[in-house]
């Protein structure tokens, strides 16, 4: 296949990490990244130079999250993944499922809610315009589980097993927008179920803990299909460049199973981060409860002795 279109060669040398990460930008993810970095920073120092706290930790999570992306999209491994299945792989399970869990846990909504300015009374700014999207009724359906878990699969089947994938690969628009759909599914799939961005579904944990075992296993499943296959499943990756010296099924198996470990891994970052969101949620609860006894004088304990009171009294008779 010529990936001429993408300006790729195709006599790239034999495939090595020191090669695959040496420089080599997409010019849009690279705008894109240095913009959210950018953005980002300002909400963190706006609400710096008002007082207001911002926790270190949701930045380091949201630097780390565009830094992946840039990992794999302005780098050599975006060059290679062009000509190498197994390559291609690694973009996409980190640009779908590393990349978005840890931009999700950098709070970018919660920052931008807190940061943009409030517009005057009459107008709408940029606040008011993404609190409308995040109460809009299409909000809700494409974070709704019904949607977000069949997109999530349908990433996966319907695109590699369909022509659709050899046309994406034809340009680089297709690529480009192949990636970006990648990340928005990946966004749009762990968003409800992470919990720290305001959202219009917000399951309860046990919830979002089968939210997040309904999607995994069928990327296991896709990878073992790959991994099991006699024959090249994906036309654009059936001729690798003789400069290479990898054999497609070979390369075809090796990207089944890194789609196949991969699905552990954001399973066991989500589980985590929920049981972490789930342990603090009842700490606030308890010092709720705790404050509003210091305020009532613990009626509910003092109601409570008066009952065992009335029946000690009325066992006396």
């Given at each position: 296949?010529?990936h001429?279109?993408?300006?790729?060669?195709?006599?790239l040398?034999?495939?090595?990490?020191?090669?695959?990460?040496?420089?080599?930008?997409?010019?849009?993810?690279?705008?894109?990244?240095?913009?959210?970095?950018?953005?980002?920073?300002?909400?963190?120092?706006?609400?710096?130079?008002?007082?207001?706290?911002?926790?270190?930790?949701?930045?380091?999570?949201?630097?780390?999250g565009?830094?992946?992306i840039?990992l794999?999209?302005?780098?050599?491994?975006?060059?290679?993944?062009?000509?190498?299945?197994?390559?291609h792989?690694?973009?996409?399970?980190?640009?779908?499922?590393l990349s978005?869990?840890?931009?999700?846990?950098?709070?970018?909504?919660?920052?931008?809610?807190?940061?943009?300015?409030?517009?005057?009374?009459?107008s709408?700014?940029?606040?008011?315009?993404?609190?409308?999207?995040?109460?809009?009724?299409?909000?809700?359906?494409?974070?709704?589980?019904?949607?977000?878990?069949?997109?999530?699969?349908?990433?996966?089947?319907?695109?590699?097993?369909?022509?659709?994938?050899?046309?994406?690969?034809?340009?680089?628009?297709?690529?480009?927008?192949?990636?970006?759909?990648?990340?928005?599914?990946?966004?749009?799939?762990?968003?409800?179920?992470m919990?720290?961005?305001?959202?219009?579904?917000?399951?309860?944990?046990?919830?979002?803990?089968?939210?997040?075992?309904?999607?995994?296993?069928?990327?296991?499943?896709?990878?073992?299909?790959?991994?099991?296959?006699?024959?090249?499943?994906v036309?654009?990756?059936?001729?690798?460049?003789?400069s290479?010296?990898?054999?497609a099924?070979?390369?075809?198996?090796?990207?089944?199973?890194?789609?196949w470990?991969?699905?552990e891994?954001?399973?066991v970052?989500?589980?985590?981060a929920l049981?972490?969101?789930w342990?603090?949620?009842?700490?606030?609860?308890a010092?709720?409860k705790?404050?509003?006894?210091?305020?009532?004088g613990?009626?509910?304990?003092?109601?409570?002795?008066?009952?065992?009171?009335?029946?000690?009294?009325?066992?006396?008779r």
């Amino acid at each position: 296949m010529d990936h001429s279109g993408h300006g790729m060669t195709m006599d790239l040398p034999p495939f090595t990490l020191g090669r695959a990460l040496e420089f080599s930008p997409d010019l849009f993810f690279l705008v894109g990244c240095l913009a959210a970095l950018g953005l980002y920073g300002w909400g963190v120092a706006r609400l710096r130079r008002r007082g207001d706290a911002w926790p270190v930790s949701r930045t380091v999570f949201f630097t780390v999250g565009v830094l992946s992306i840039a990992l794999v999209m302005c780098t050599k491994l975006n060059d290679y993944g062009m000509v190498m299945f197994s390559v291609h792989m690694v973009q996409h399970m980190v640009i779908s499922m590393l990349s978005p869990i840890l931009l999700l846990l950098g709070a970018p909504v919660t920052l931008a809610l807190r940061a943009l300015p409030v517009a005057g009374r009459g107008s709408a700014g940029p606040r008011e315009l993404l609190l409308k999207l995040l109460h809009s009724r299409y909000m809700r359906i494409v974070t709704h589980p019904a949607f977000t878990i069949p997109m999530f699969i349908a990433s996966l089947y319907g695109l590699y097993f369909t022509p659709l994938f050899d046309f994406l690969m034809e340009s680089k628009p297709g690529h480009i927008a192949m990636m970006v759909h990648f990340l928005m599914v990946g966004l749009i799939f762990f968003w409800p179920i992470m919990g720290v961005d305001p959202g219009p579904h917000r399951p309860g944990y046990v919830m979002r803990m089968l939210e997040l075992f309904a999607g995994m296993p069928f990327h296991a499943f896709f990878g073992i299909a790959l991994m099991m296959a006699s024959e090249p499943m994906v036309r654009a990756y059936e001729v690798p460049p003789a400069s290479l010296g990898i054999d497609a099924l070979s390369d075809q198996h090796a990207a089944g199973g890194i789609a196949w470990a991969f699905s552990e891994i954001p399973s066991v970052l989500v589980l985590i981060a929920l049981v972490y969101q789930w342990y603090h949620s009842e700490q606030r609860q308890a010092v709720r409860k705790d404050r509003a006894a210091d305020r009532d004088g613990d009626k509910e304990l003092e109601a409570y002795n008066a009952y065992l009171a009335s029946l000690r009294t009325g066992g006396g008779r």
